[in-house]
Nanobody, 111 residues
Framework: QVQLVESGGGLVQPGGSLRLSCAAS????????MNWYRQAPEKERELVAS???????NYANSVKGRFTISRDNGKNTVYLQMNSLKSEDTAVYYC?????WGQGTQVTVSS
């Protein structure tokens, strides 16, 4: 079955960095676009970044220049490098692809 497993979340100070990973299985990873979403408390889930099978990327305006999405098709993994983190980046981050969702990983930005 399809599985998406996120890792790499945690507590970081403002201005810090984190790298999220999402390991995929159960489908031909290299053929599909992959996305990172996030959901902050009492807010709707929003698309943060996406990467196509051809490695074309797209970002929400709020993270442009700070976040980088990438993929390693040999490892069936998509990454989200998050730099210059702000308190408003605090949310549960979800990996999405092949009509499936991961369980989410908490990112908390706080001093």
């Amino acid at each position: 079955q399809v599985q998406l497993v996120e890792s790499g979340g945690g507590l970081v100070q403002p201005g810090g960095s984190l790298r999220l990973s999402c390991a995929a299985s159960g489908f031909t990873f290299s053929l599909y676009a992959m996305n990172w979403y996030r959901q902050a408390p009492e807010k709707e889930r929003e698309l943060v970044a996406s990467i196509t099978s051809g490695r074309i990327t797209n970002y929400a305006n709020s993270v442009k220049g700070r976040f980088t999405i990438s993929r390693d098709n040999g490892k069936n993994t998509v990454y989200l490098q998050m730099n210059s983190l702000k308190s408003e980046d605090t949310a549960v981050y979800y990996c999405q692809g092949y009509s499936s969702w991961g369980q989410g990983t908490q990112v908390t930005v706080s001093s």
